[in-house]
């Protein structure tokens, strides 16, 4: 998606059925979430560059310098991009820990998995309204929890810190709040087993490669 021209986007397939995440994520919600709610943000994000030169830009290049678009460009194409890696870090194949390279890594950056665990779950348990929690690899190839408000991307110009995400977890009410309802802590304490390391190593092997 990031090396596609905007206009030339396609919605992205969901790698997996709607119950393919129970019990840990609800059928229910993940066929809202997929289909009304990353949907929209892909209907408006392709209404919002019509016209402009927006949609004639690599998306990638875009995100560099979304700080020169409107809010509807930024908000509606984190939204598209984010979910796309949300969905793909996580399979009914999860849980466990990460092996080889990536697991060497955290180690060394966080001292273990356990404690890269909670800095990742105290970034997304504490992100005030609605946003992401993130694991990037940054500009000098080292690993960093971070997370951002509303739809934006570490691969933004607008980030804090910015980077290369390798996995994210989306802690906006509409991600849980069926199932868990106001227990966020519950929902990322779950989310833990649907995890897929294998995906999140290869991104990791791609950035570092
Ligand atoms: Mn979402």
Redesign the pocket.
Same mark, same amino acid.
């Given at each position: 998606m990031l090396n596609t021209v905007v206009k030339d986007i396609k919605f992205p397939e969901l790698p997996y059925a709607f119950n393919a995440l129970e019990p840990y994520i609800d059928a229910q919600t993940m066929e809202i #979430?997929y289909t009304k @709610? #990353?949907k929209a943000?892909y209907d408006k994000f392709q209404a919002a560059v019509k016209g402009t030169g927006f949609e004639n830009m690599v998306f990638g290049d875009l995100l560099k310098q979304i700080s020169k678009s409107p809010a509807g460009v930024r908000n509606n194409g984190g939204?598209l991009l984010? @979910?796309d890696l949300?969905w793909n870090v996580m399979s009914n194949d999860g849980g466990g820990e990460p092996t080889g390279d990536l697991a060497n890594t955290i180690n060394n950056a966080f001292g273990s998995f356990e404690k890269f665990k909670e800095a990742f779950g105290s970034a997304a348990a504490t992100r005030f309204g609605s946003g992401w929690a993130w694991l990037i690899v940054d500009g000098s190839g080292n690993l960093k929890v971070t997370s951002t408000p509303n739809?934006d991307s570490p691969l933004m110009d607008v980030a804090e810190q910015r980077g290369t995400p390798i996995l994210c977890l989306?802690v906006?009410e @509409?991600?849980y709040y069926l199932k868990y309802q106001n227990r966020r802590p519950d929902y990322i304490g779950a989310w833990w087993n649907v995890v897929d390391w294998k995906v999140v190593g290869r991104n990791f092997s791609k950035v570092n490669g």
């Open positions: #979430h @709610h #990353h943000y939204g984010n @979910h949300f739809q989306d906006w @509409h991600a």
